[in-house]
């Protein structure tokens, strides 16, 4: 009936990890409850519709994960063709933090990216990769919007 996993595919190699995955699923297919515990944000995306919150031992909530996604807030780096100031792009909707790495400029992207992709349009991009969070960044920002109070 239950089905309990704390990192399944910890250490395994990519065909076994997808194999494990493909048992999770079977599983889920069956009627049964799986409770997966991972920091892949991937491997819990692949497997799991919803996703349970704990907060000092307590469901605090309940959801989906393509909400939880879309609540998330992405890093971005950008290398530009010259130098670009980056207190230029912090003030675009929706770009929470930006700050100067090396050859390029690192953004934190909360909700939509429109504002940062017409931000961009000003500027000649040489690079631009976008790092999808974990599911440990998610939880994180999750909390920090919640508060630190008991839950309901």
Same mark, same amino acid.
């Given at each position: 009936?239950?089905?309990?996993?704390?990192?399944?595919?910890?250490?395994?190699?990519?065909?076994?990890?997808?194999?494990?995955?493909?048992?999770?699923?079977?599983?889920?297919?069956?009627?049964?409850?799986?409770?997966?515990?991972?920091?892949?944000?991937?491997?819990?995306?692949?497997?799991?519709?919803?996703?349970?919150?704990?907060?000092?031992?307590?469901?605090?909530?309940?959801?989906?994960?393509?909400?939880?996604?879309?609540?998330?807030?992405?890093?971005?780096?950008?290398?530009?063709?010259?130098?670009?100031?980056?207190?230029?792009?912090?003030?675009?909707?929706?770009?929470?933090?930006?700050?100067?790495?090396?050859?390029?400029?690192?953004?934190?992207?909360?909700?939509?990216?429109?504002?940062?992709?017409?931000?961009?349009?000003? *500027?000649?991009?040489?690079?631009?990769?976008?790092?999808?969070?974990?599911?440990?960044?998610?939880?994180?920002? *999750?909390?920090?919007?919640?508060?630190?109070?008991?839950?309901?």
């Amino acid at each position: 009936e239950l089905l309990i996993l704390d990192e399944p595919t910890r250490g395994l190699d990519p065909m076994m990890q997808h194999k494990v995955q493909e048992l999770v699923r079977q599983v889920a297919a069956d009627g049964r409850t799986v409770f997966l515990s991972s920091h892949v944000l991937s491997e819990v995306e692949r497997v799991a519709d919803r996703v349970g919150i704990l907060r000092e031992g307590r469901l605090v909530a309940v959801e989906l994960m393509s909400d939880l996604k879309r609540r998330a807030v992405r890093r971005v780096d950008v290398t530009f063709a010259g130098q670009v100031d980056p207190d230029a792009l912090g003030g675009a909707p929706g770009i929470k933090a930006a700050e100067q790495v090396g050859p390029m400029v690192r953004l934190v992207v909360d909700g939509s990216m429109d504002g940062l992709i017409k931000a961009l349009a000003r *500027y000649d991009v040489v690079n631009l990769v976008t790092h999808e969070p974990d599911l440990e960044e998610i939880f994180m920002g *999750y909390y920090s919007k919640e508060g630190s109070g008991d839950a309901a």
